[in-house]
């Protein structure tokens, strides 16, 4: 199904109900691009550490917007032995609802939006008619305006209610109409005496309805009369303008604030717009699936939630704090041990190829009443709802088989079957040789690194420039870093220190073994922030020598240096006190503020994991795990 | 005409043809987005200085992309007297045109994108079908690119010939197929022998080519073969791919050659695309016609020719260098004598209905044979072809109403008339209080600030706290800086020092005026420069004492400090004997390359500029200098 911001209100029941009913979602999102920054062979290094490719992302392809997400549910119907899916193709542009509201700047890269184009994807779609949403900081300010307004009307006797822009600047009533306008409030008085009419129509006029209003604050008459809108009535040729003014009692008053409300509620859903299904899938703890995901799984939390957190905050907060409870990624899956042998390419379009064939079956998949179904015959790769169901497809797939070495034999295998836990929680990292997924529910492997060499080089060399420098080593294998540095990979990890051991005299070039190349970058690290302390303490040092100087005595709490403050204990005390801090389910509804995130980031920064929050599993080395 | 990738070669000499007749040109572009930066009502300031609006549209508004370019030609017949005009709007997309060509990312801004959905316009168009383009320095790289590939080429016996990827990777034939391939070898060779035979079909195979070629070479068989392209034939149910192996005599390959050059230039041409037209432009020396074309000729500088200079240099060098000969801006135009005291909105649509009625009249235009026409009467606003098209007959207008103050009055005025002269290259500047337009024939106007004052104040702050805080001196005008600074006018000069002085002992908000202003920043600014000076006279005396210190002897050319460099006197001689030097007309054809360009800029910047090359005109106070 197709969803637009033209019936998005109308189906959102049942995306909510296609979430619930659920075994498990597939999820798959289309973007503006993929890289701001590096060449993507330089974005995907093979020897990148999981954190240094996740910092990569986060940095470099943030920016880009994520303007196409599909959802395919699939629901278990155990008597037919079936699947009934359900999929959902929804189109999202962050169209401005209001003026004042956050006017978003995204990067399309001229690439990914040809190959978009060639694939026949709809961009007056997404810009017409895409489905706007806001991330929680921006959803809290809107909320926090609606509740400034009302309570400033509650404060000044409805004040607004009157006139939204009665207070914006001051009112300085033009002479030539001062008269009309004393005579109309002259009128308004009259009509609250008398308690026959209910209701005024002015002499034709169209603005001064700010003037009246001043005039009418000075005798403290705020209400309860009402300025209602300005009504047209046809006369001969023309039409004319009346402002109606009309009596409210207090009954009336506050049905009409309800009726507000209600709108503003209303408004305020519609604003936060596609993040609530978002919410939604986050709060229904269902297993998701997506093929190569991380960068999905980044680009949600970016867009629906919050600027993405340094690794290890996104690593452990993931879960209780943003975003679904267990994730499956199907190209990880697919490079893993059953699978890794029987099948050669784990690219989306050729795993669903292979999975028709023997020793795999095709599932049993039927689209739910009303909802259209997808042929996998006629491919519409790369539409998000499709790519969805087809990542739904493999798994179902590759789960069923795993049941083939139960005994007896098991022909369904269920998303919560102990026999894909271990396929859980690990995103698939692109093109890294020996790390094949960032795990999100303890440390990643550490690979033997001890037939690697870190090169750099002139910024002329080619990759033919390394070949033949290492032409003595037999086959070799680089990989980019940058214009001046790539991995070089030896088959035998015993020349490693004789290459090293050749290039001590070298002038054009440096090589050195990965550990050493580690443990530098580590010491500069160190440096650096030793750097930094250093120059704090002696700002610090220079500030407290002027204070004494000057005899002041107010050395106090105010001397604590930036770094202490940065550890405080106190911090961590007022943490414990937050009364939002154990509330490990989703934030959907109730969102701890700005302030208080910011607080929990700096205590993941500076080490310490809060108790009662350890989420992370004694590590057992996991099926997937390739002997590199 | 809709102009897109699809119909672009086949049009492109109806459009030289239409620019090369015309007596002028009309110009429009929709962008992407506005500003990337601060809102739009901080980044068009009422005191902004031309320079600082330039600076500030620089920074903030070149990321964005020029996806649709109105053209509009208008030739007069005086036969008939009446215009005759030829409109195209180009669809622009920088698709990229091979795997090494640039990968252009652009911006979006969500309301800008919003703003032109609602106005229908289409977006697929552009994506799917846009015309690609190229600056000048891609441009350049790719002519080199060709360049090099043809001399590899020549030099190594036609070896790029055999196979574009042969010295990409070295070649290890792996051992089942050596066989395979030293048969092929020998058949290529009988090949050459016997002088019956033209080609040869090997046997179905797929790849391999490269290691083909690899063994030919080791025989120094570069040529007189071609490996042709892989032939499909239909078999049975299947079909076969067969590389096929033909002779090549010489006169053959010279014909091959050239065909193959001509083809590399027809893809250059391809490449470069849009800015084909850009440069007819430009080498036409026709008016160029715009509505508020500040941005859009920043845009079009920025996009099709290169990185936009500092604003000395852009107003210097805007017609020797880029763009053009004459520009005139017909919303400058209309807020000038004598059109501001009859025309009181100058937008576009408002302006084109105003010269519809007395005392202007609409002009005699009538589209050329087999060009659409275009009908004002439902309007087409914001599709850039039909924008230049209205921006044209506002001119024409305005043009003909300056002939009714000649005796004999003249209902036809041309677009070579002195008349209009006083109006040429004169770029409007949007909402700027008191200086309509950056002059790019000379220096700006420097208006009296006298009864300006510069306010900084809290972040708290709003337009009404800083009503109440000048509530004394009557009317006044704010114009938000940015969050804690504004100017505020006053209605009257003498009470400028009032102000300041009441505010002496403010302790929240600091009043200063304009001057003092505008002399704090000149002095931030020296300082600033002084500072830079300073520490590299510092690392220079550092470097000089360590050198003395071991005594090296190599103090000489090396030892000149940056700030010598920069300035230095052997630059300039060296850019005396630049041949390209004194070539003022356009550089469409003849590119100085980027290290030349450099040059010119660090010349400019450094304030001389060179003998020859001095375009400004002395300075006459224009017709439109509005006494402010």
Known sequence: ???????????????????????????????????????????????????????????????????????????????????????????????????????????CQSSSIDFL????????????????YLNQEEERQLREQYDEKRSQANGAGSLSYISPNATKCPVTIPEDQKKFIEKVVE??????????????????????????????????????????????????????????????????????????????????????????????????????????????????????????????????????YYFVSRLLDTKLMASTQPFKEIINNTSLAELEKRLKEVPFSSPKVESADGFPSYDTASEQLHEAGYDAYITGLCFISMANFLGSFLSPPKNHVSARSKLIEPFFNKLFLMRVMDIPYLNLEGPDLQPKRDHVLHVTFPKEWKTSDLYQLFSAFGNIQVSWIDDTSAFVSLSKPEQVQIAVNTSRYAESYRIQTYAEYVEKKHEDKRAKRKCTEDSWKEMERKRLKTQNAFKTATVGKRSMSPIQEETSSDDMEEEGQDPEYDQTDSCAESLPDGKKRAKKFKKIKTGQVPAGKSNVRAFDKPACCSES
């Open 117 to 132: 184009a060639n694939q026949g994807f709809d961009f007056n779609k997404v810009f017409r008619n895409g489905i706007p």
């Open 187 to 320: 009128q308004i008085e009259d009509l609250l005496k008398n308690e026959e009419n209910e209701s005024l129509e002015l002499e034709p006029c169209t603005g001064l309805v700010s003037e009246i209003t001043h005039l009418l604050k000075k005798k403290n008459l705020f209400w309860p009369y009402r300025i209602g809108g300005v009504i047209k009535k046809k006369k001969l040729f023309t039409w004319e303008r009346y402002i109606v003014i009309s009596k409210v009692n207090e009954e009336e008053r506050k049905r009409r604030e309800q009726q507000k409300q209600a709108k503003e509620q209303e408004e305020l859903n519609d604003a936060v717009g596609f993040s609530r299904v978002i919410h939604a899938i986050a709060n229904s703890g269902k297993l998701v699936i997506g093929h190569n995901m991380l960068l999905d799984v980044m680009h949600t939390i970016h867009q629906f939630y919050c600027p993405l957190p340094d690794v290890t905050f996104f690593r452990f907060n993931l879960f209780s």
């Open 1 to 107: 199904m197709e969803v637009t911001r033209s019936n998005f209100k109308d189906n959102l029941n049942k995306v909510y109900e296609a979430i619930e009913e659920s075994d498990f979602l597939a999820i798959d999102g289309e973007f503006s691009g993929i890289s701001d920054g590096p060449s993507v062979s330089a974005l995907t290094n093979g020897f990148d550490t999981p954190e240094e490719r996740y910092q990569k992302l986060k940095k470099h392809s943030m920016d880009f917007l994520l303007f196409q997400f599909g959802l395919c549910t699939f629901k278990y119907d155990h008597t037919e032995e079936k699947y009934i899916m359900k999929s959902f193709n929804f189109y999202i542009f962050p169209k401005p609802f209001n003026r004042s509201s956050p006017d978003v700047k995204f990067v």
